[in-house]
């Protein structure tokens, strides 16, 4: 049969973190009992009073295209939450509603990027990112920030990736998937850098600022040099459980937040307006929701870190957000599966988890990072546990 595929889509790689689950939920409709590591997504219900809120918008009848950047409303409630909550000044006006961050982030930089020019992105990063950036048309610059520096890159690194066709740097802080967080002084000696580049826009995917176990959250747009062009992304995905219910935003400088509105007025026009009602809630409602989850996710990486550090050969940092793992699996590549097989690579060795050992896990390949792998631990003390388990138990196979 003929197929007319764009170049464009033809040289797009699939989401590694989307296809990973869906083989492990293909194993598990087969009647295989699989642990799912690989897909980031809470393992909490919606709060009953974002769901109470959703039915109620459906009763008034909030069933009508909403404005393309979202209810009024709703854009209030964000821009009164990055106030109280990060110190920083973004109007109403200022803020697009989307479907999910994944389209606020490919929205900014559909709307920045043009053919040639360079995004900085820091390595390991979530597997859209660089995937986004070609969309556009536009050249990733890769800096690498391995586990002896925790994941994060310094200022001298940032300094030498700069070059006269920077347009942007996307940093993602708390950070999938590695979980770390850059602390206030690490980020000011980073905005040192960039404040001597006033043409390069600051892309900071802040989704995970609430899975956060140091007890305290620096926004990128809070610092004056840099603050009228940078943009957060950020939603309710993560921090109150409704990654189905696909609500994030952009806050950006007003000609940008324009620019998305337009592009998105031809694309998608607006989020659900049912998800953007439930969202409202999530920001004027309690809060402690957050808190409570916070708390479960600190424990399980508590678990998970002491688990996988006995592991041998594993090599394991103590992330500080989001809920995430990026063990160093080197010690294991090279070596035979008890059928014969070489693992090369740590894909290779992801797919032998997944396998034989019936775990879930993304090869750290796909964050631009090879040797790695990534457990989510957004899932069961006891799910992780046994995953843990299976994991040591399949790597000591290996001859
Ligand atoms: N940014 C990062 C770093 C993520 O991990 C995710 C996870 N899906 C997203 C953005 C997109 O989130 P959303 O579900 O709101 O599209
Ligand atoms: N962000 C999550 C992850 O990294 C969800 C899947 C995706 O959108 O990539 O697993």
Known sequence: MMTHISERVQALAPSATLAMSQKSNELKAQGVDVINLSVGEPDFETPAHIKEAAKRAIDENYTFYTPVPGYMSLRKAVSEKLLKENGVSYAPEQIVVSNGAKQALCNVILATINPGDEVII?????????????LAGGKTVEIHADIKQEFKITPEQLEAAITPATRMILICSPSNPTGSIYSREELEALVKVLAKYPDIMVLADEIYEHINFTGSFTSM???????????????????????????????????????????????????????QKAAEAAYTGSQECIAEMNKAFERRRDLVVKLASEIPGLKVNRPQGAFYLFPEVSAYLGKTTPDGKKIET???????????????????????????????????????REALRRIREALLNLK
């Open 346 to 384: 740590s894909g290779d060795l992801a797919m032998y988890l997944l396998e034989s050992g019936h775990v879930a896990t993304v090869d750290g390949g796909a964050f631009g990072m090879e040797g790695y792998i990534r457990l989510s631990y957004a899932t069961s003390d006891d799910n992780l």
């Open 122 to 134: 820091p390595m390991p990063a979530w597997v859209s990112y660089v995937e986004m950036v070609k």
């Open 221 to 275: 747009a809070s610092f004056p040099e840099i603050a009228d062009r940078t943009v957060i992304i950020n939603g309710v995905s993560k921090a109150y459980a409704m990654t189905g219910w696909r609500i994030g935003y952009c806050a950006a400088p007003q000609w940008l937040a324009k620019a998305v509105t337009k592009l998105q007025g031809q694309y998608t026009s607006n989020a659900s307006s049912i998800a």
